[in-house]
């Protein structure tokens, strides 16, 4: 682990969580934190565990597992650059309710939740800064539950592609940036079902390439036509509003 | 809707929620002070998806649920708040809008808090903001538990699981033959993400396995044997 406040601050003054924080903010959070590293396929924390830490990754992937009341384990979600978990480590006494793995070797910043509390209790605004990023947290949450409630597997798979799709002359390319088995846990079916999912999703012109790790949609309008997609959630004005969907 | 001031029962109650206990006595004092009891009838709407969420909500009694509408119309149950709590708080605290719909479906009591008042007491007591976000992880362990369900479970353990959990959550009136029962069946398919079919396919089994009656009204028959199809 190494501690380089400059460094860590220059990454989280472009976080979404903190981008409209002050730069004094920015640098006394900074201040709470450290880098670390994970290598691939290690526990960086366990549900139930003491939540002594948040962590901002910075880059790699790493699953997020829930387990119910018997004890059970299932991913519920897969995260990437950018995202901060460990909320938890805010409240008093508070446990994880999650476990994350690291799926690759994995960089982030770890920031002291017992500090960082601290830090919010006196900065007032800050504090609400991250209520919000909680709320936005459940948003997203509330929207993945309606997701798995309301649209099929194809109907899934093709808004995630939509979501990171570019606009390349007159189709669209998605790059696949992780294991197809590892997206198909972030989208919750099993790797049959992706599978399914990907021949079905064909027929509407969704094509691979390059051993798949390239995505071709030849008609994204129709395809988040067929997905169920409104016109308001694919023009919301977002940086990427398929994305949001997701 | 008509109000009515906070009785001693009602104070009690909100003494209880995380959100204004975190305020200390004092303040929370203050603030109840400024609340009236909110009486909403069966089929009212508190408010909707879109409203901009300038005041959050504690339910003392009733039954309210929670509806998304897709773009094309379909609506999909999202909860059934049957127990007295903060709800809306989030959304609210961030100033943001209510994602979903609520809906009165069982004669209700609830106490509306504005934002802003509940901000500016906030504000003179930072050090407890810890503890307010503390009473969001109770949202986000309730949506972790929805996508688990969702994802890693079969629809009849679904449907065991929601029974249980209901009855437990409103077992005394279940006792009572002319007092509320189970949301209707069509509800609770929308509520746990099966479509009616299947839900109907699934309370067939249930009922072959001699865990439930599922006739006009569901009732729990073997609470052991359901609890077992739940896991």
Same mark, same amino acid.
Not at chain 1, 21 to 44: G, H, K, N, Y
Not at chain 2, 48 to 76: M, N, W
């Given at each position: ?8 601050s ?11 924080w002050?730069?004094?903010d920015i640098?006394?959070l ?7 590293r994970?290598e691939?396929d290690?526990m960086?924390?366990?549900a139930?565990?003491p939540a002594?830490?948040l962590?901002l990754?910075?880059?790699?992937? %790493?699953?997020l597992s829930?387990k ?13 650059d950018? *995202? ?9 006494d508070g ?5 994350l793995?690291?799926l690759e ?7 002291d939740?017992?500090?960082f ?6 900065h007032?605004?800050r504090?609400?800064?991250?209520m919000? %990023? ?13 997701e798995?409630?309301?649209?099929s ?17 007159? %189709?669209h ?10 997206l198909?846990?972030k989208?919750?079916?099993t790797?049959?079902t992706?599978s ?6 064909s027929?509407l012109?969704?094509? *691979?390439?390059?051993?798949?790790r390239?995505i ?5 309008e129709m395809?988040?036509d067929?997905?169920?997609?409104s016109?308001s ?5 977002q940086?990427n ?6 | 809707?008509h109000?009515r001031?906070l009785?001693?029962?009602?104070r009690? =109650?909100m003494?209880? =929620? #995380? ?7 004092t303040r929370?004092?203050?603030?109840l002070?400024?609340?009236?009891v909110?009486?909403h009838?069966?089929?009212a ?5 879109g409203?901009?969420?300038d005041?959050?909500?504690i339910?003392?009694?009733g039954?309210?649920r929670l509806?998304?509408t897709s773009p094309q ?5 999202m ?10 708080e989030?959304v609210?605290f961030?100033g943001r809008?209510y #994602? =979903? ?8 009591e609830?106490v509306? +808090?504005?934002?802003?008042?509940y901000?500016? +007491? ?15 992880l109770r949202?986000?362990?309730?949506f ?11 629809? +009849?353990q ?10 437990d959550?409103n077992?005394?009136?279940l006792d009572?033959?002319?007092?509320t029962?189970f949301?209707?069946?069509r509800q609770?398919a ?7 079919e ?5 309370l ?11 006739g006009?009204?569901l ?5 052991a044997a359901?609890l077992?199809?739940a896991?």
């Amino acid at each position: 682990m190494t501690k380089d406040i400059e460094r860590i601050s220059g990454v989280l003054r472009f976080a979404r969580y903190f981008r409209t924080w002050p730069q004094e903010d920015i640098l006394e959070l900074a201040s709470l934190c450290e880098w670390v590293r994970f290598e691939a396929d290690t526990m960086m924390i366990r549900a139930d565990e003491p939540a002594e830490a948040l962590y901002l990754i910075v880059n790699g992937h %790493v699953e997020l597992s829930y387990k119910d009341g018997e004890g059970k384990n299932g991913v519920i979600d897969l995260l990437g650059d950018g *995202q901060l978990v460990g909320e938890c480590a805010l409240a008093p006494d508070g446990h994880y309710a999650v476990s994350l793995k690291t799926l690759e070797a994995t960089t982030a910043i770890r920031i002291d939740g017992l500090l960082f509390s601290k830090f919010l209790s006196a900065h007032f605004d800050r504090a609400l800064t991250m209520m919000s %990023v909680m709320t936005e947290r459940l948003c997203q949450m509330l929207r993945q539950t309606e997701e798995l409630k309301c649209r099929s597997a194809a109907q899934r798979l093709g808004i995630y592609l939509l979501a990171d799709a570019v606009p390349i002359d007159d %189709v669209h390319e998605t790059p696949l940036t992780i294991e197809k088995s590892a997206l198909a846990r972030k989208l919750g079916m099993t790797s049959e079902t992706f599978s399914r999912a990907l021949k079905k999703l064909s027929e509407l012109g969704v094509t *691979q390439h390059s051993n798949g790790r390239i995505i071709r949609i030849s008609d994204a309008e129709m395809l988040a036509d067929w997905c169920g997609l409104s016109d308001s959630e694919r023009k919301e004005g977002q940086e990427n509003a398929f994305q949001a969907v997701i | 809707m008509h109000s009515r001031p906070l009785s001693d029962a009602d104070r009690d =109650v909100m003494s209880q =929620v #995380p959100l204004l206990v975190a305020l200390g006595q004092t303040r929370l004092t203050s603030l109840l002070g400024k609340c009236r009891v909110e009486c909403h009838a069966r089929g009212a709407h508190l408010f909707c998806a879109g409203d901009i969420a300038d005041r959050f909500y504690i339910l003392l009694s009733g039954h309210l649920r929670l509806v998304k509408t897709s773009p094309q119309g379909e609506e999909t149950v999202m909860n059934f708040l049957t127990e007295p709590g903060s709800f809306a708080e989030a959304v609210s605290f961030a100033g943001r809008s209510y #994602p =979903v719909e609520c809906q009165v479906i069982e004669d209700c009591e609830i106490v509306s +808090i504005p934002r802003d008042a509940y901000l500016a +007491i906030l504000r003179s007591a930072p050090d407890v903001a810890g503890s307010v976000l503390a009473g969001f992880l109770r949202w986000e362990r309730f949506f972790m538990e929805e996508i688990y369900k969702m994802r890693h479970t079969r629809p +009849i353990q679904r449907i065991a699981s929601f029974l249980i959990d209901f009855e437990d959550r409103n077992g005394e009136k279940l006792d009572d033959p002319n007092g509320t029962n189970f949301p209707e069946k069509r509800q609770i398919a929308s509520r746990i993400g099966i479509t009616p079919e299947t839900f109907s396919r699934s309370l067939r089994k249930l009922e072959a396995a001699g865990a439930i009656a599922s006739g006009p009204k569901l009732q729990i028959i073997d609470r052991a044997a359901l609890l077992e199809l739940a896991r």
